[in-house]
Nanobody, 119 residues
Framework: QVQLVESGGGLVLYGGSLRLSCAASGRFFSINDMGWYRQAPGKQRELVATITSDGRTNYADSVKGRFGISRDNDKNTVYLQMNSLKPLDTAVYYC?????????????WGQGTQVTVSS
């Protein structure tokens, strides 16, 4: 089992910044992809950004140039730096990790952290 603990959400004004963190712990051989998804009220969960174990990144078009994803493999932690935040970024942000356990890739999700951007 893998536990993902998120932190860093909150309320911020339009144009402000927040940094989300997500630490993975538990029994696993390795963590492959990590990333962030978000779900706004009444909408489906959508990809925000992902990062592979060797640092390759992928972003949703809506956040390119404003958000930056990074990770510390030694700490099994992924970060999301969010700048120039807009009210449309308001959502619950979920951490995601794909762990290799007994030669099998298993996906895990965090409990979610609320990000609210007020205008």
């Amino acid at each position: 089992q893998v536990q993902l603990v998120e932190s860093g959400g909150g309320l911020v004004l339009y144009g402000g910044s927040l940094r989300l963190s997500c630490a993975a712990s538990g029994r696993f051989f390795s963590i492959n992809d990590m990333g962030w998804y978000r779900q706004a009220p009444g909408k489906q969960r959508e990809l925000v950004a992902t990062i592979t174990s060797d640092g390759r990144t992928n972003y949703a078009d809506s956040v390119k140039g404003r958000f930056g994803i990074s990770r510390d493999n030694d700490k099994n932690t992924v970060y999301l730096q969010m700048n120039s935040l807009k009210p449309l970024d308001t959502a619950v942000y979920y951490c995601y990790a794909r762990a290799l356990i007994d030669h099998i890739a298993v996906d895990y999700w965090g409990q979610g952290t609320q990000v609210t951007v007020s205008s």
